[in-house]
């Protein structure tokens, strides 16, 4: 008997540690099993022109309208997971465009990403380099 009730004890230990040690890993780690994606637009149009407006949001989050001036910028960050799409939608200067910020088909890289969008006065472009973003692409035209 003393045996069995060793083995007892020794599991419910294991058992409590188990636990003690996921539950640490979630908190260190929000994106555990995921990808964490940040997220940046900001407003690059010229000075002395209207506010950029811009509305964020996936099928689960709406992230609210917000309204930035020249050389401000709005950002937000998420764990992707499969199906994962987050779309902004922008308007300046009696102009508009929606468009994906982040898709989950873009990429299948599990470490981390950044995706730093720039509204110009020709259109939107993107650099993935944050904190000093450069190499810009244009992706769309307003």
Known sequence: M????MQYTM???MLQLLFIASTLLLE??????AK???VWVANNLPNNSPQLQLHCA???NDLGDHTLNVSQNYNFKFCARIRTLFF?????????LAFDV?????GVDYSSAVYYWEARSDGIYLSQNYPNPTDFTK????
């Open 2 to 5: 003393p045996y069995i009730k």
């Open 11 to 13: 599991g419910k230990y």
């Open 28 to 33: 260190a780690n929000s994106c555990f099993l």
């Open 36 to 38: 964490p994606v940040h």
């Open 58 to 60: 996936s099928r689960d």
């Open 88 to 96: 902004c939608h922008l308007w300046w200067n009696n102009k508009n």
């Open 102 to 106: 982040y898709s989950h088909n873009w």
């Open 139 to 142: 992706k769309y035209d307003w």
